[in-house]
């Protein structure tokens, strides 16, 4: 009882989209500040917070493998860094059609401190096979799925939460890709992937496993409901592509959406953000009908 009544109180400035699982926007007023409070970082999960035994496997296609468990990560050398996540589904509601999905507003998107063990570090010990070709990960989250499975074999009275990463990727050192149990100078709450989660700075959330309880080398590519059923973007006149990258995109904090603005001058303030390259030039308009104005930029806190 005493864990479902942090969880509601942890949850009780979030804008909810839906209880079970729950899925939460931050508000507008939490994108006001450099780093989103814990409370009003957004949530997205596809399963209901699961139980975690505490310990990340590390195995498949390598010649160490091994068992970590949270001091383990914490004894690794530590980075912290400020990390954008956004909802790959971010603004659904404004989208015609109406993809399915999560009805998400504008506000699935926050900004926290991260600190972790690096993942190329970890990996490096396992030593990948030399003919390794992706990382799997997965999360301890799993259950009936709501969604119809897009792969014929998946089982949607119990899927688990897996994604994939190219090697490549997940072992560069210049990706900075976290193992996190601290969020904002806290071990990690329950909605956010305690006791550790992934971090990958630049992509959209979904690479970002939350409870993650098994790393995998593999030697052929991953295929998974939630790596290449969902989360791919359709387009009408050229190949589907998977969900990668957070593409740019800017929103308006202050005046808040519904506020009444008096005659006269009013100052727009806002937030851009990209995980393809830095963000040079923002412009508004009153109507989006061709009226913009270049707004003034404010220097970039940190990379990601």
């Known amino acids: 009882m005493a864990v479902a009544s942090n969880l509601e109180e942890a949850r009780s400035a979030l804008r909810m989209i839906a209880q079970e699982p729950f899925n939460a926007e931050a508000p507008p007023e939490a994108l006001n500040s450099e780093i989103t409070p814990t ?10 917070v699961p139980a975690h035994d505490g310990t ?9 493998p091994t068992t970590l468990t949270l001091d383990d990560l914490r004894r690794m050398p530590a980075v912290e860094r400020a990390v954008t996540l956004e909802c790959a589904g971010n603004g659904r509601l404004a989208m015609r059609p109406l993809p399915i999905g999560e009805p998400w507003g504008d506000y699935a ?20 096979a030399a003919n390794g070709i992706e990382v799997r990960f997965e999360g301890a989250d799993h259950g009936p799925y709501h969604l119809k499975p897009v792969l014929g074999e998946s089982d949607r009275s119990d899927l688990t939460f897996v994604r994939s990463l190219a090697l490549a990727d997940a072992t560069d050192p210049a990706a900075e890709i976290l193992i996190a149990y601290e969020m904002n100078g806290q071990p990690l709450g329950p909605d956010h992937g305690a006791p550790f989660r992934l971090i990958v700075p630049h992509w959209f959330a979904v690479a970002s496993v939350k409870w993650l309880k098994r790393i995998d080398v593999l030697t052929e590519p991953y295929v998974g409901e939630f790596q290449t059923g969902h989360y791919i973007y359709e387009w009408a006149d050229r190949p589907h592509e998977p969900v990668t990258l957070m593409r740019v995109r800017a929103r308006i904090i202050d005046p808040a959406p519904g506020t009444t603005i008096s005659p006269g001058k009013c100052s727009v303030r806002g937030k851009a953000w990209s995980g393809t390259g830095p963000v040079t030039q923002v412009d508004v308009s009153l109507t989006g ?4 104005h270049p707004a003034e930029l404010e220097p970039p806190k940190g990379p990601y």
């Open 39 to 48: 409370e009003l970082h957004y949530v997205r999960s596809n399963f209901a």
């Open 56 to 64: 990340l496997e590390v195995g498949g296609a390598v010649d160490n």
């Open 289 to 292: 009908e061709g009226d913009w």
């Open 109 to 128: 998107v926050s900004t926290a401190r991260w600190k972790g063990a690096l993942l190329h570090e970890i990996l490096q010990r396992a030593h990948p």
